[in-house]
């Protein structure tokens, strides 16, 4: 599949990559983080409610993060456009530093006092906008229970979403309802786009990393005859399942590949 068409995927996965390389390296992980207390109740250290989106601590949860990125972030750019993907990636960033404390100030009396390193919330909301997107291909049974082409993301999500229980599944909870809140368009969120400016000068900082960027132009490449093709496969899709009266497909669907890939591990 590669990242043709999609600059924006890859130089949100590169940026990640290599800021958790470069943390594992200078043994700095402890400042990507975000505990309570007291770096932030005693130390305000706001700072870091940016940076601990930026890098994750371990190389298990960047692999998978990493892996799960590929196979939703790419096909999410492809349809809605690098533009407006690059505007939603924002959003969901805005979100993520707003809504990152609240486990921590709901679950602080229970003992829950810090957030992992690492954009989950970010990670989870592309993946609620990729199951809403992007249209289930086949459908198969195993032992009585309905598998889709979707089985992989069930599984690279529930090993992130079980990866440090419980603060992992209440930050699987908090991406969904960021990807919920652009739908919405609170804030007009939804239909805010990035500059053209800010376009520009993204692409002349990660054009030294992203090989298939957009040149010379200022303008991230918009919807192509290949989104089409997806739109119009998508909604064929879509009538098929109506029609046949599946309901795997959706965030039901996604539920029930969670259960499926716990009943795995069990």
């Not at 007291?38 to 305000?44: I, M, Q």
């Not at 930050?171 to 990807?179: I, P």
């Amino acid at each position: 599949m590669g990242f043709t068409g999609a600059p924006a995927s890859q130089g949100l996965i590169t940026v990640i990559c290599v800021a958790s390389l470069l943390a594992a390296t200078t043994s700095t992980q402890h400042y990507f983080d975000l505990p309570l207390t007291p770096h932030l109740t005693r130390d305000h250290q706001w700072w870091r409610l940016l940076t601990h989106q930026i890098a994750f601590a371990n190389s298990s949860e960047l692999f998978i993060a990493t892996l799960l990125l590929y196979f939703t972030s790419v096909p999410v750019e492809r349809s809605l456009g690098s533009h407006k993907y690059a505007s939603f990636l924002f959003a969901s960033f805005f979100w993520s530093t707003m809504l990152s404390p609240l486990p921590l100030i709901l679950f602080s009396r229970f003992g829950l006092n810090h957030i992992p390193a690492g954009p989950f919330i970010v990670v989870f909301s592309i993946l609620a906008q990729s199951i809403r997107l992007i249209p289930t291909v086949f459908y198969w049974r195993l032992f009585g229970v309905e598998v889709t082409s979707r089985i992989a993301l069930y599984i690279l999500s529930a090993q992130l979403v079980f990866s440090q229980p419980p603060i992992s599944f209440y930050l699987f909870l908090l991406g969904l309802l960021t990807s919920s809140l652009y739908l919405s368009n609170v804030l007009s969120l939804r239909t805010f786009r990035l500059s053209p400016r800010v376009v520009s000068l993204s692409q002349r900082f990660l054009t030294p990393f992203v090989s298939n960027a957009v040149l010379g132009t200022g303008n991230l490449p918009t919807r192509s005859a290949a989104t089409t093709l997806v739109e119009a496969m998508r909604l064929q899709m879509r009538a098929n399942e109506q029609a046949a009266g599946n309901a795997g497909g959706g965030m039901a669907g996604f539920v029930r590949g969670v259960l499926f890939c716990l009943l795995l591990r069990r």
